[in-house]
């Protein structure tokens, strides 16, 4: 069964997934998961923020109940192209969790087509380790990250070798590479 919905966006973030997440090892974990074909791609197509809160737990939920999947990306290709709305979700989202009680269980990483990190400067292609065709919200099981870095040699060095990866690719190859998976 695929667990890729036949949407564009869809379409997009697998690509992006494919050729940026795992072709530059940004995520050393990605690639186990697409390869045993455990990544649920989810959309929530509403830009209301009560819609897209409602669409995160229903993937927690999911996630609860099936085990053959190891993580979800909540594709959400409406409405949240304002990096400061998708901020302000990022936090609503974070709460959400707390309050569902999944705090432990599941943690949440972020990309956007215009992720910036807080203190780096705009034009670093540091940025690009979370930039992504469309706004997603990826929800991970705590316990598989745990089992995942106790097989890494260095987990804490895995952002600073992003950074130093996406600067030596550079910013022109980064932002043809992106665009070019919404091709």
């Known amino acids: 069964m695929s667990m890729i919905p036949d949407t564009p966006a869809s379409l997009h973030v697998q690509r992006w997934l494919d050729t940026m997440v795992i072709a530059h090892n940004f995520c050393p974990f990605a690639r186990y998961v697409r390869e045993h074909n455990q990544i ?21 939920d999911l ?19 304002q990096f400061d709305d998708f901020l302000l979700l990022i936090d609503m989202a974070q709460q959400c969790i707390d309050h569902w009680d999944y705090s432990g269980i ?6 956007h087509p215009d992720y910036l990190f ?5 034009q670093s292609a540091s ?22 870095l106790a097989h890494y040699d260095d987990p804490h060095a895995i952002p600073d070798t992003n950074i130093a990866n996406a600067q030596a690719i550079g910013c022109p190859h980064l932002a043809a590479q992106l665009a070019a998976c919404k091709a």
């Open 118 to 122: 807080a203190g780096e400067d705009p």
């Open 40 to 60: 649920r791609y989810a959309e929530c197509t509403s830009a209301d923020m009560a819609d897209a809160l409602t669409a995160l737990q229903d993937e927690c």
């Open 106 to 111: 599941y943690q949440l990483a972020t990309f």
């Open 63 to 81: 996630l609860d109940n099936d085990p053959a999947i190891a993580t979800t990306l909540l594709i959400l290709p409406s409405g949240w192209d």
């Open 127 to 148: 940025h690009y380790t979370n930039r992504s065709p469309h706004p997603v919200l990826h929800i991970i099981r705590e316990k598989d990250i745990t089992a995942a």
